[in-house]
């Protein structure tokens, strides 16, 4: 699976949209972006993954470079309750459906 | 979305005993389930697969013979911490994927905290 690369930490006000960066300059044709959060001491939670297009659901939206080499998790209106760490994974489509974790950006949402 | 628990939430043992710990997929069948382990401010990390019917898969530098894993249905899937030590002590996570398609979401478990003393 391809290495993605993250800000280790980001601040964002209560309200705000958090755009989340996330670089992986080697991700194959066949292999999707997924966004995952932990909030603290809890499993991780999926929130979204696409392909090449643009995606949105109720927690976020995710936007993927034309090239692939980048991506931006977007949650339009932080609350308190975002405060996590967002992980960006590039993975196969096959059917091992393994995630392999990096380090992640841990995201601190302040009123 | 599909849940994935896990019992116990939390657990404290003493050196040198074995601590089980389950993991079930209550509302969809799971013939794949992953654990993971996640010490304080660190990433999670893959320890192994489990597969149903058949043995598991270890990561790199995991030990089969400590951390026994036996998916016995469609729906559990155990961790056997065997003669656990101090630095044992970690948060395990497991997750499942649901669903047939290959890009299918994983589904984790709540954790479970082991304190080995």
């Known amino acids: 699976d391809a290495k993605t690369t993250q800000p280790p930490s980001m601040d964002c006000a209560e309200g705000r949209a958090a755009n989340l960066p996330c670089n992986h300059s080697?991700?194959?044709?066949?292999?999707?972006v997924y966004w995952y959060r932990q909030i603290h001491s809890q499993g991780p939670q999926y929130i979204i993954h696409?392909?090449?297009n643009n995606e949105t659901n109720e927690m976020a939206s995710l936007i993927i470079t034309e090239d692939r080499k980048s991506s931006t998790l977007i949650l339009p209106h932080a609350t308190l309750r975002d405060t996590a760490v967002y992980y960006c994974?590039?993975?196969?489509?096959?059917?091992?459906?393994?995630?392999?974790f990096g380090t992640g950006t841990r995201l601190q949402v302040t009123l | 979305g599909a849940v994935v628990s896990q019992h116990p939430s939390w657990v404290i043992c003493k050196s040198g005993t074995s601590v089980k710990i389950e993991c079930r997929s209550l509302?969809?069948?799971?013939?794949?389930m992953f654990w993971y382990r996640q010490f304080p401010k660190q990433s999670l990390m893959l320890m192994a697969t489990?597969?149903?019917?058949?043995?598991?898969?270890?990561e790199q530098g995991v030990e089969k013979d400590k951390f026994l894993i036996n998916h016995a249905s469609l729906t559990l899937s155990t961790l056997t911490v065997t003669s656990a030590h101090p630095e044992d002590s970690s948060f395990y996570i497991c997750?499942?994927?649901?669903?047939?398609?290959?890009?299918?979401?994983?589904?984790f478990g709540p954790g479970t905290r082991l304190t080995v003393l």
């Open positions: 997750s499942a994927p649901a669903g047939l398609a290959a890009y299918n979401e994983q589904f």
């Open positions: 080697t991700i194959s044709g066949n292999e999707y």
């Open positions: 696409g392909l090449k």
């Open positions: 994974i590039v993975r196969y489509t096959g059917t091992a459906s393994k995630l392999t």
């Open positions: 509302d969809f069948q799971a013939t794949t």
């Open positions: 489990s597969n149903e019917g058949s043995k598991a898969t270890y």
